[in-house]
Structures are given as structure tokens and as C-alpha cells.
């Protein structure tokens, strides 16, 4: 299926190279651009992200969380990355350089990849491909090598086990996330990521797909909240047996990204929820149709369902407790997968026979 | 552009290829290994067959490298530089290399079938299941059926692997 979508990225390039005459530097111009745009998104998101994550951990527990530095305490979070950003780096005697410094760029780049393929707004995906869930999905596996490189690389002991420890959940917690997704594309006929928004303009999946669709939704979300290596599945880090796991070596900035990737894989994730189940950037039930420029309402409704997931995912935080990491494993090979599976099957049983809305 | 592009992923996987062979440390051999995959996978996302670049990079890069991660954990002594091996045990690989190089470019030279096309052709996911599936002339149902079998024998022999200890322990008891 070639798309034939509006792509404001792709405009910038065109404007660059052949309304500009600029030829080969204008589209390299453009991707600079782009990538740019992409970066500085990466940190702004991160950076409130954090803030965020703050703020709800307060509100949970009847706290003002951050309120000294600027309005709110907004500047909290910049304030936080200056201090890291000065800070020295140092790591263990005997380290493997290559591989402990190698590790956090692996993340980065993975998070970048994975960011650039999701629909933010009509026509505002970097990356549209004809696959773009699954591309989404493979990338994000390659994040969990950064996790082994850096806690072997290490060398300390907390880092290592949290880093298999991260290895073993991650690899276990992907089938999961990818049977759910798999039951969506499914429904949509489709693994372009615009392709499966486009589909959901008369009602979203999750109500389209009514019983198949919840349950993958909570899948989706356990084994995304496990992916992000968020609470209640934080074993790699947990800090009362592991220091602070896989990053315990890391300072300054090298721990940074650590924590900063860890913020964009959970927007990564909400993103994808979203945009599977919620309908992405559309609004709901139309309401803003018609009502001024569609991108911008598109930001505007897409940022408003991700943060909404995103609360969720925090809430989660504070309402677990920490699962073992037998009940992990019994959480995932021995309940979700075989739910997966079977839940898979009924909904290829519902599109077959036209029982979905 | 295309060719720049090329030629910078051709020297990263040749070149990252020859130091995974001879780093005297194991590992980080499998991260030379991880980079030489990942810009394999370059290399298809650039001709736009996008389902075999992210196949690739879920595969391999993903999934086969972390067992080569952990199988490297279980070998002996993975902190330590690896020894130096005897110059005669290198000449029957290098030979078994340099005949497989010298029979594929021999191949790919004298194969007169190949219509190299000016525009990338976008193979959706569709085609690929439908041409998985079919069993006419040019499917893959065979192939398919027989990895899917060859998939459940290894199952069930890691778990008979896994479960061999607790049944010889209850057979003792």
C-alpha cells in the first residue's frame, strides 16, 4: 500500500530541496531539521515527564511535590538537569569503556527511532511507513541490549543482575505487548500506524472490538507497564536489592539518559495505547471537526489521551506493590500469554463473522 | 544520496564484521555483532523493504543478540581477554572464507536473471502473508509448514531439557 497522506516532514524536505533549489544539501538540511525538532522534543517531553511523575507521586500521597523553583515548581526538573549536567563522571576501576559508554546512546537512538514513527498529529510522523506498529515493536527490542551492555559493562554486580533481570522481563513482557498489538492490527487490517488512526474515524477500537479489544487493552497495558520497567514490575532497579540496578554506575549525564529514556519509553508506550485503542490524534466522537486547522486540534486531543494514559500508568506506581520476580514470571508465561493467545483467536473469530462494530 | 548512504553502512558492517572475529573480548564481540545487524537492517530500510528492516532488527537484533549475550554470560571466564589461537588452526577457516566469498561473487556475476529496478516496489505485509500461505507455483507453504514443526520439536525439547532434573529426582524418590 503506498500512502499517499499529507506529510508536513515530507513537505519540509520538499521545500528544501526543489521549492528552494536547494537540491542534496536542502533535503540533508531538512532531516538536520527534523531531527532537531525530534531531539528537543525528546528532552522538553522527559523533562516533564519528570516533573509530572513528581507531582502525582505528591498527589498520591497527600504532598505538594515540587512548588519552589519558577511557577509550580515547573523550573524543578531544568534546575535537576543543570546540577546533573555539571556533575562529574565517573565509573568503576576495570569498566569495559566501550561497552558501558555505548549503552546509554543505544537507548537513546532506540527511544528516537521508536518516537519518529508515531503519529502526533495528521501529517506529523517523521517515519510513515507501511509497517509502522511492528517497526515500532522491533525497535523497542533493541532498547533491552543497552539495559545488558551497560550492567555488564559496569562492572559491579547490582548492575549485572539488574541488567538480566531487565533482559528477562523485557524479552518475556514483548510477547505479550506484541500479542495484543497483533490483536489490533488484526481488526484494522492494517500495520501502518496512520493507516490503523485513519480506521478509527467512526468509532475507536476499543468500543469497535467491544470484549476482544478491553482484554487486549489490559494486556497491553500490564505488559506495557512491565516494558518500561515502571512499578509494580521495577525489579531491574530495585533499589532495596540492587542499588539502583542496571544504572547504579552511571553518573551525571550517563545516568541521565538512562532516566530520561525511561520517561520517553513510557510516552512511547502510552503513544502506541493510544493510538491503538483511543483513536491517536482524532477527536473524540468528531467533536472539534471542522472547527480550525485539524493538525492542531490533533495535538491538542493526542496529547490530552497520552497524558491521560500516562496518569494511569502512574497510578499504577503508587497503588502496587513490587511483584517478585517468580510472580513476574508467572504473571506473564503462565496467565498473559495463554490469555494473549486465546484472546487472539476470539477476536479472529469475530472479524471472520463480522461481529465487531 | 542513496549511494552515500550505502557505502557508510557497507564499511560499518565489513568493518565491524572483522573486528567481531578478532576482539580478544568476548563481549564485546557480540556488540560489534549487534552494530553489524543493525546495519544490515539499514541497509533494507534504505532499499524500502521495510518489513524485512524491522524484521531484522526484531529478530536478530533483538531477540538472537540477547541469547548471544546470554550464552556468552554461561562460557568460561568471559572477564578475561581470550587466548591466542595457533596460527595453523586460523588457515582452514580463512580458506573455508575466502572459497565462500570468491563461490558467491562467482554466483552473483555469472546470474543472468537479475532485473535491477530504477524504483523501489513497497512489498506490503499482506503479500507476504498471501505468498506465505499460498500453495501454488512460488508459495512458501512448505517451507512454512516445515519450520513451524521444526519450531515445536525445539519447544518440546527445552522442555523436556528443563523438566529432565525434577523427573529424575521424583524417579529416585
Known amino acids: 500500500m503506498i500512502l499517499t497522506h499529507i506529510n508536513y516532514f515530507a513537505d519540509l524536505i520538499n521545500y528544501f530541496s526543489n521549492t528552494l533549489g536547494w537540491g542534496f544539501g536542502g533535503k540533508i538540511l531538512g532531516y538536520v531539521i527534523i531531527a532537531l525538532i525530534y531531539m528537543t522534543f525528546f528532552s522538553v517531553a522527559g523533562l516533564l515527564l519528570v516533573y509530572l511523575e513528581r507531582r502525582v507521586a505528591a498527589f498520591f500521597q497527600l504532598r505538594l511535590g515540587p512548588n519552589r523553583v519558577g511557577p509550580w515548581g515547573l523550573l524543578q526538573t531544568i534546575a535537576d538537569a543543570l546540577k546533573l549536567l555539571t556533575k562529574e563522571l565517573f565509573g568503576t576501576d576495570r569498566k569495559d569503556n566501550l561497552l558501558y559508554h555505548s549503552a546509554y546512546y543505544i537507548v537513546i537512538i532506540a527511544s528516537l527511532m521508536a518516537l519518529s514513527a508515531i503519529p502526533f498529529s495528521k501529517g506529523l510522523v517523521a517515519f510513515d511507513v507501511n509497517i509502522g506498529v511492528f517497526f515500532i515493536s522491533a525497535i523497542s527490542s533493541v532498547g533491552v541490549l543497552s539495559i545488558l551492555l551497560g550492567g555488564w559493562g559496569s562492572n559491579n554486580k547490582y548492575s549485572m543482575i539488574g541488567g538480566m533481570r531487565s533482559g528477562l522481563q523485557m524479552i518475556s513482557y514483548e510477547l505479550s505487548s506484541g500479542l495484543a498489538i497483533l490483536t489490533i492490527v488484526l481488526m484494522a487490517g492494517t500495520l501502518s500506524m496512520t493507516g490503523i488512526v485513519e480506521q478509527q474515524r467512526d468509532m475507536i477500537f476499543l468500543l469497535k472490538g467491544h470484549i476482544p479489544a478491553l482484554i487486549a487493552f489490559i494486556i497491553f497495558v500490564i505488559a506495557g507497564t512491565a516494558e518500561s520497567n515502571r512499578t509494580p514490575f521495577d525489579l531491574p532497579e530495585g533499589e532495596a536489592e540492587l542499588g539502583a540496578g542496571y544504572h547504579t554506575e552511571y553518573s551525571g549525564m550517563g545516568f541521565a539518559w538512562f532516566f530520561l529514556a525511561e520517561f520517553i519509553n513510557m510516552f512511547i508506550i502510552s503513544a502506541v495505547g493510544v493510538t491503538l485503542f483511543f483513536g491517536g490524534w482524532l477527536a473524540p466522537f468528531g467533536i472539534t471537526d471542522g472547527l480550525g486547522p485539524e493538525w492542531a486540534w490533533g495535538l491538542f486531543w493526542f496529547f490530552l489521551k497520552v497524558f491521560l494514559m500516562i496518569f494511569l500508568l502512574m497510578w499504577f506506581r503508587w497503588t502496587f506493590p513490587r511483584l517478585r520476580i517468580d510472580q513476574l514470571l508467572t504473571l506473564e508465561w503462565k496467565y498473559l500469554l495463554p490469555i494473549g493467545l486465546l484472546n487472539i483467536i476470539i477476536m479472529a473469530v469475530f472479524v471472520y463473522f463480522g461481529l465487531i462494530l | ?173
Open chain 2, 1 to 173: 544520496m542513496e549511494k552515500i548512504i550505502f557505502y557508510i553502512l557497507a564499511i560499518v558492517i565489513i568493518s565491524l564484521a572483522i573486528l567481531s572475529v578478532t576482539t580478544k573480548k568476548l563481549y564485546r564481540a557480540t556488540l560489534y555483532l549487534l552494530f553489524v545487524l543493525l546495519a544490515i537492517s539499514g541497509i533494507y530500510f534504505l532499499m524500502e523493504y521495510n518489513f524485512m528492516g524491522a524484521v531484522q532488527l526484531s529478530v536478530y537484533a533483538g531477540g538472537v543478540m540477547v541469547l548471544f549475550i546470554y550464552a556468552v554470560m554461561l562460557t568460561d571466564k568471559i572477564g578475561k581477554p581470550l587466548r591466542d589461537i595457533p596460527t595453523k588452526w586460523k588457515i582452514v577457516p580463512v580458506l573455508v572464507t575466502m572459497g565462500t566469498a570468491a563461490l558467491s561473487i562467482y554466483a552473483i556475476y555469472s546470474f543472468q536473471g537479475i532485473n535491477a529496478q530504477n524504483e523501489a516496489t513497497i512489498t506490503s505485509v499482506g503479500q507476504v502473508g498471501e505468498k506465505l500461505l499460498s500453495y501454488k507455483a512460488g508459495g512458501y507453504v512448505l517451507p512454512f509448514e516445515v519450520i513451524s514443526i521444526l519450531l515445536l520439536a525445539v519447544m518440546i525439547g527445552a522442555i523436556v531439557i528443563a523438566k529432565a532434573k525434577k523427573i529424575i529426582n521424583q524417579e529416585k524418590n
